[in-house]
């Protein structure tokens, strides 16, 4: 029998889907844990958490600030406000700022920042850790209010009530795509303009954490954040033969759908901040900026290519101060119906396409 009579002898073509979350993780085949399930097993009182709304903007310290101006503006930022220690970056959503510059003499992180629903929340988050006194953003636009802490492992947190949102800019233009039998856009063509890729919002930031399973239960008790995804190896330790090494979470706001996943950590032999992420527009538009990044000779991490956990469609970099930041787009959506996903952990699980992962990334 030839190769070409032999049934499956070659390569079938590639395929995409849209499933629903159980059948996405299904056809993964990953294990799968309703929500209130962990939150029974765990034991989470909904009433003793500080209620999040949404990722509000990153906190970052940098001592050469002409090289990280240069590279927000090229990252697709724009300065809202300057003085002479602080710059506040946004996007074209209705945040205020989306990204604070506050000048040092050395590179530091200086923390996520969440809003809350309300100004009792601040007080409540006057137990924890290191917990600074409520002050007033007196200087920030937007104005409100804020409180910093840490977390068990001693990374800064910032929580924000009372700002002022901003009028959202204009949002891009939805391309019309044509497709094999369905060639919509008739008469009309293609074209694009060079330049960064604006940013609409924060979306995510991760941390890499010595203590996952005490982190989860810091932020999981402290919150309503909740598991999206949780990575595992295999471990005969373990009672049930599997050890989480990663979590993605997301901000629980009942059966309204909200970003796969605003947090996440990963078990690492150092503690440090891992990366930041922003939304952008479209994939037409991620691949312009990150040849806009290329041509300004800005070091790329990994990208572009496509998440499994989250589905976005990303592009990491490292910014001149050697902090990692990415675009991203088409991510998914997530609610208290979405089942929690257990998924192997490894280079397999991070990425359906794209560039080689860089041995390092997860350092």
């Not at 997301?250 to 996943?261: A, C, L």
């Amino acid at each position: 029998m030839t190769k070409e009579e032999q049934p499956n002898a070659y390569p079938s073509p590639n395929k995409g889907y849209s499933l629903s979350a159980p059948d996405a993780m299904k056809y993964a085949g990953w294990e799968q844990m309703p929500l209130d399930q962990w939150m029974n097993r765990e034991q989470i009182d909904k009433s003793q958490q500080i209620k999040l709304v949404r990722l509000s903007h990153m906190r970052y310290m940098h001592s050469d600030i002409e090289s990280i101006t240069n590279f927000l503006h090229d990252f697709g930022m724009h300065i809202v406000k300057k003085t002479d220690d602080k710059i506040w970056w946004r996007g074209y959503g209705s945040e205020p700022y989306v990204y604070v510059v506050e000048k040092g003499p050395e590179k530091k992180y200086l923390g996520g920042s969440w809003t809350v629903e309300s100004y009792a929340d601040l007080e409540k988050a006057r137990k924890l850790p290191g917990a600074t006194e409520i002050e007033e953003l007196k200087d920030a636009p937007g104005g409100g209010f804020r409180i910093s802490f840490h977390d068990s492992e001693g990374f800064p947190v910032n929580l924000v009530f009372g700002q002022e949102l901003a009028e959202t800019g204009k949002l891009p233009e939805k391309l019309v795509y044509n497709f094999e039998k369905d060639k919509v856009r008739e008469g009309a063509f293609q074209r694009f303009r060079e330049g960064p890729a604006a940013v609409h919002k924060l979306g995510h930031y991760g941390l890499c954490v010595q203590d996952l399973q005490t982190q989860v239960r810091f932020y999981t008790r402290n919150f309503n954040i909740v598991p999206s995804d949780f990575m595992r190896v295999d471990d005969d330790a373990e009672p049930d033969g599997k050890k989480e090494v990663a979590f993605f979470g997301h901000i629980d706001r009942g059966e309204q759908y909200v970003d796969h996943h605003s947090f996440f950590m990963s078990l690492n032999p150092t503690g440090h901040v891992h990366h930041c992420s922003f939304e952008i527009h479209d994939f037409d538009t991620q691949l312009l900026g990150h040849q806009w990044l290329a041509e300004k000779q800005y070091k790329s991490v990994w990208g572009v290519g496509r998440h499994i956990l989250g589905s976005q469609i990303f592009d990491y970099w490292w910014d001149p101060s050697g902090f990692m930041i990415e675009h991203y787009t088409d991510g998914d959506t997530v609610n208290s119906k979405t089942p929690i996903g257990l998924g192997p952990a490894g280079s397999e699980s991070l990425a359906v396409w794209g560039p080689e992962l860089p041995k390092d990334f997860l350092d």
